[in-house]
């Protein structure tokens, strides 16, 4: 179940969301434009006192596993990161701006839209977090899901604290 505005969902709850560079551009391969959006991200988190369960950061999209005191907030916090983020990156000087020009003239750095997923069962939950940490290794980046920086996989797979903190705890229920 995706969560929409006019479904009028909030309560606690899990997500699992994707956001994507726009065209696919694999700007995050540049590890400062990475640990930037990170941090970015982290922060947003916080502001929003929302639960960070699991996390990918690939080349070109973002995957995360987000735990919701109130779900109706997911629109905003997803908004916010996205904006404050891409104002970041744009004042990096390892981004070529030229690349990040619409047809209008703005700079764009994510794609309008992101994709979500309400989760509603443990199986559901085990598949998205698999997903997401073997995520690099499916798309050929190392050899376990551990070995990704930019993933809690190690908090979950070796239980060695990866860079952002996750909350394992959260409960929906």
């Known amino acids: 179940m995706v969560v929409r505005r006019r479904l009028k969902i909030s309560g606690k709850s899990i997500a699992f969301v994707t956001t994507t560079v726009n065209e696919w551009k694999p700007l995050f391969k540049n590890r400062k ?91 559901q939950f085990k598949v998205k977090l698999e997903y997401i940490h073997n995520n690099p290794v499916k798309a050929g980046l190392v050899d376990s899901g551990d070995g990704w920086v930019y993933s809690s996989a190690s908090d979950w797979l070796s239980e060695k604290p990866g860079l952002l903190k996750i909350d394992k705890d959260f409960c929906w229920i």
């Open 33 to 123: 434009i990475a640990l930037t959006v990170l941090k970015q991200f982290d922060e947003s988190l916080k502001h929003y006192n929302l639960a960070l369960i699991a996390y990918v950061l690939m080349p070109s999209h973002l995957h995360a596993l987000l735990g919701f005191r109130d779900i109706s907030l997911l629109s905003k916090f997803m908004q916010s990161f996205k904006i404050l983020s891409a104002k970041k990156i744009k004042q990096l000087p390892e981004i070529n701006k030229f690349d990040m020009i619409n047809a209008d003239g703005s700079f764009s750095l994510w794609k309008t839209r992101f994709d979500d997923l309400l989760i509603t069962s443990e199986k």
